[in-house]
């Protein structure tokens, strides 16, 4: 117990040193600081590249599929792969290469990791495409840890693992096999941009970019998953790609996504010194396919050092199938916590809240639910409950333990992000 509490305080101490340590280099603190040492203690892991990890095995399974699949004019492969760029990149490599402007809701401090204002571990793939391209590269995989603040349940954790996927074709190679295809453009000029497509490419280009860019997925996942998955395709939007999509998949019942994609910005294209070609991009989440594939309920099992789950990803043959035996089911500890919002509800947001829990209660946290609400009518001040259930993935908990840590979370809600108790 003695130590438990221990480790709480120096976690939050450890926030008052003038610079962060990652990875061997100093970055000076700011105002946007608000990476914590618990996601600090994750960076360098590297999961992905652990042989016989469950993460380690999907990448592997992945990259056989686009080896064998897709070929070069010489038999070599055609997609190369890239996993082991550190995860340390720059605001505008993780934000104005990707056309994302200033003041998008996705810059916010609330959502990501800030190193400073300058630097953040990066919050997806995406981040290098821009590096990629430039370097010459046409078709590639990069795979990579990413960080970002979020809900706490099952299936959403601080750290997980992308696998970005990116393909540019020539005038020529996109249209060699489409009748007549010496007539056809990837481009037109005086175009407008529609819901279908971007003002600068040809409808005919896009369709068959969307086509290339569906079936090449599809194939991926039926490869991963065999032809009774079901999947299905959602429109939506992404600042770096036009038209854009989800996929998702059939998992316990629930539609869940796995993957975004889309055909890519020229603007991004012509930055990157590639304007003459026109490509796709995807991103898939190597956690939830792998919850999917092996039928691991819970993303906090992908970060256990228990041998009885790591054993069971020890195969001869990456394509040998694997279902997960889960592990004993320990008890749910469930407790309550409830307060005030300060009285500048600005000041504070559900991601705070959220990882304040984290970096206190770490992986004994299952889930935190926003569980009520309740308005003042005469002060007009809100106030709210959040139910916190503990569970150990390998131990039983016990409820003098998980009230120490819940102790904590409750004086440091108050000191930290300015509420006040109703406990």
Same mark, same amino acid.
């Given at each position: 117990?003695?130590?438990?509490?221990?480790?709480?305080?120096?976690?939050?101490?450890?926030?008052?040193?003038?610079?962060?340590?990652?990875?061997?280099? /100093?970055?000076?603190?700011?105002?946007?600081?608000?990476?914590?040492?618990?996601?600090?203690?994750?960076?360098?892991?590297?999961?992905?590249?652990?042989?016989?990890?469950?993460?380690?095995? &999907?990448?592997?399974?992945?990259?056989?599929?686009?080896?064998?699949?897709?070929?070069?004019?010489?038999?070599?492969?055609?997609?190369?792969?890239?996993?082991?760029?550190?995860?340390?990149?720059?605001?505008?490599?993780?934000?104005?290469?990707?056309?994302?402007?200033? %003041?998008?809701?996705?810059?916010?401090? %609330?959502?990501?990791?800030?190193?400073?204002?300058?630097?953040?571990?990066?919050?997806?793939?995406?981040?290098?495409?821009?590096?990629?391209? /430039?370097?010459?590269?046409?078709?590639?995989?990069?795979?990579?840890?990413?960080?970002?603040?979020?809900?706490?349940?099952?299936?959403?954790?601080?750290?997980?693992?992308? =696998?970005?996927?990116?393909?540019?074709?020539?005038?020529?190679?996109?249209?060699?096999?489409?009748?007549?295809?010496?007539?056809?453009?990837?481009?037109?000029?005086?175009?407008?941009?529609?819901?279908?497509?971007?003002?600068?490419?040809?409808?005919?280009?896009?369709?068959?970019?969307?086509?290339?860019?569906?079936?090449?997925?599809?194939?991926?996942?039926?490869?991963?998953?065999?032809?009774?998955?079901?999947?299905?395709?959602?429109?939506?939007?992404?600042?770096?790609?036009?038209?854009?999509?989800?996929?998702?998949?059939?998992?316990?019942?629930?539609? =869940?996504?796995?993957?975004?994609?889309?055909?890519?910005?020229?603007?991004?294209? &012509?930055?990157?010194?590639?304007?003459?070609?026109?490509?796709?991009?995807?991103?898939?989440?190597?956690?939830?396919?792998?919850?999917?594939?092996?039928?691991?309920?819970?993303?906090?099992?992908?970060?256990?050092?228990?041998?009885?789950?790591?054993?069971?990803?020890?195969?001869?043959?990456?394509?040998?199938?694997?279902?997960?035996?889960?592990?004993?089911?320990?008890?749910?500890?469930?407790?309550?916590?409830?307060?005030?919002?300060?009285?500048?509800?600005?000041?504070?947001?559900?991601?705070?809240?959220?990882?304040?829990?984290? /970096?206190? %209660?770490?992986?004994?946290?299952?889930?935190?639910?926003?569980?009520?609400?309740?308005?003042?009518?005469?002060?007009?001040?809100? /106030?709210?409950?959040?139910?916190?259930?503990?569970?150990?993935?390998?131990?039983?908990?016990?409820?003098?333990?998980?009230?120490?840590?819940?102790?904590?979370?409750?004086?440091?809600?108050?000191?930290?992000?300015?509420?006040?108790?109703?406990?």
């Amino acid at each position: 117990m003695v130590c438990l509490t221990l480790n709480v305080h120096t976690l939050l101490n450890e926030h008052h040193s003038d610079s962060v340590a990652v990875l061997g280099h /100093s970055y000076p603190r700011d105002d946007f600081t608000n990476v914590t040492p618990r996601i600090l203690a994750k960076v360098g892991l590297n999961l992905h590249n652990q042989s016989h990890h469950p993460l380690w095995l &999907i990448k592997e399974r992945i990259k056989a599929h686009f080896y064998s699949a897709y070929v070069g004019r010489w038999g070599n492969p055609l997609f190369s792969v890239h996993d082991n760029l550190s995860p340390v990149v720059t605001v505008e490599q993780n934000f104005d290469s990707l056309l994302i402007p200033p %003041g998008h809701p996705s810059r916010k401090k %609330g959502d990501n990791y800030y190193l400073n204002r300058k630097t953040m571990l990066r919050a997806h793939t995406s981040a290098h495409q821009r590096e990629l391209v /430039s370097s010459g590269l046409d078709a590639f995989l990069l795979v990579g840890d990413v960080y970002r603040r979020d809900e706490i349940d099952a299936s959403h954790y601080p750290v997980f693992h992308q =696998m970005e996927g990116v393909r540019l074709f020539s005038n020529h190679e996109l249209f060699s096999e489409v009748q007549h295809g010496q007539d056809l453009s990837l481009f037109e000029a005086a175009g407008r941009r529609t819901p279908q497509k971007q003002e600068t490419h040809s409808l005919e280009a896009v369709k068959l970019l969307e086509f290339n860019l569906k079936l090449t997925l599809t194939r991926l996942v039926t490869q991963l998953f065999g032809e009774d998955l079901e999947v299905r395709w959602v429109d939506c939007y992404f600042p770096f790609t036009h038209p854009s999509f989800e996929m998702e998949v059939r998992f316990q019942g629930d539609w =869940m996504e796995v993957l975004g994609c889309g055909v890519m910005e020229q603007e991004l294209l &012509i930055s990157a010194g590639a304007g003459h070609k026109a490509g796709w991009a995807f991103g898939l989440g190597l956690e939830r396919l792998a919850m999917v594939l092996f039928g691991i309920p819970d993303i906090r099992l992908f970060w256990s050092q228990d041998q009885r789950f790591l054993k069971q990803f020890q195969v001869d043959d990456v394509q040998q199938p694997v279902c997960f035996q889960p592990l004993s089911k320990f008890p749910p500890l469930h407790n309550h916590i409830s307060f005030w919002l300060p009285e500048d509800e600005d000041d504070f947001t559900e991601n705070d809240f959220y990882e304040l829990v984290r /970096s206190i %209660g770490g992986d004994l946290v299952e889930k935190v639910s926003l569980v009520d609400q309740f308005t003042q009518p005469n002060t007009g001040r809100r /106030s709210q409950c959040y139910s916190i259930i503990y569970r150990h993935t390998e131990r039983t908990l016990t409820q003098q333990e998980v009230r120490l840590v819940h102790q904590e979370i409750e004086r440091s809600a108050e000191t930290e992000l300015g509420v006040q108790g109703r406990y």
